[in-house]
T-cell receptor, first 115, second 114 residues
Framework: EADIYQTPRYLVIGTGKKITLECSQT?????MYWYQQDPGMELHLIHY???????EKGDLSSESTVSRIRTEHFPLTLESARPSHTSQYLC??????????????FGPGTRLLVL | KNQVEQSPQSLIILEGKNCTLQ??????????LRWYKQDTGRGPVSLTI?????NTKSNGRYTATLDADTKQSSLHITASQLSDSASYIC?????????????FGRGTQLTVWP
């Protein structure tokens, strides 16, 4: 069982609100990731981090931002939520294993609904 | 265009039966291929990982195969249980960057009926 946590699990919010999705892991992993997943669709990488003070944008353009001030914490923020942001957001982390054997451990996800 | 295609999109089987899920990919270069299980409302959990030199790997009732020449993989589930109901996702990694970019399939939604 992976020690990676996401809060809240479910969030319903109005358009224009600022939200922060929390992600924490207790495995000491350097690499962390945020994915967006719509029903029946593949996961899309929106942000990732190699370690403290490192953040990069992923393959899918996103209006969200992330920060990595502590190894274990990788929050995602939406300054002004819109209905198009409705989706499931998955956080993951991985260790510095040999690249061919690196495995990502996923959190339970946050289901976001913007009205 | 998604470089990882999975079939079937959904599958319903009776408890105790076997089934096989397919994954075709065009990702190149190739580093490894993983199968993940994602329960409804949860994050994916790794089942198996195979590198170029491996053509089969088992994890309990799950057996994955890989044919790197034809770029195909399959996940065989033996003696299915109700708890096997989930989405099974095929993920391929390339060697193009330090991050080792991952390409995700859309998953096969498996439902096991009693």
């Amino acid at each position: 069982e992976a020690d990676i946590y996401q809060t809240p699990r479910y969030l319903v919010i109005g358009t224009g609100k600022k939200i922060t999705l929390e992600c924490s892991q207790t495995m000491g992993h350097d690499k962390m990731y945020w994915y967006q997943q719509d029903p029946g669709m593949e996961l899309h990488l929106i942000h990732y981090s190699y370690g403290v003070n490192s953040t990069e944008k992923g393959d899918l353009s996103s209006e969200s931002t992330v920060s990595r001030i502590r190894t274990e914490h990788f929050p995602l923020t939406l300054e002004s939520a819109r209905p198009s942001h409705t989706s499931q957001y998955l956080c993951a982390s991985s260790d510095r294993g040999v690249q061919d054997q690196e495995t990502q451990y996923f959190g339970p996800g946050t289901r976001l609904l913007v009205l | 265009k998604n470089q990882v295609e999975q079939s079937p999109q959904s599958l319903i089987i009776l408890e105790g039966k076997n089934c096989t899920l397919q994954c075709n990919y065009t990702v190149s270069p190739f580093s490894n291929l993983r199968w993940y299980k994602q329960d409804t409302g949860r994050g994916p959990v790794s089942l198996t990982i195979m590198t170029f030199s491996e053509n089969t790997k088992s994890n309990g009732r799950y057996t994955a195969t890989l044919d790197a020449d034809t770029k195909q993989s399959s996940l065989h589930i033996t003696a299915s249980q109700l708890s096997d109901s989930a989405s099974y996702i095929c993920v391929v990694s390339d060697r193009g960057s330090t991050l080792g970019r991952l390409y995700f399939g859309r998953g096969t939604q498996l439902t096991v009926w009693p």
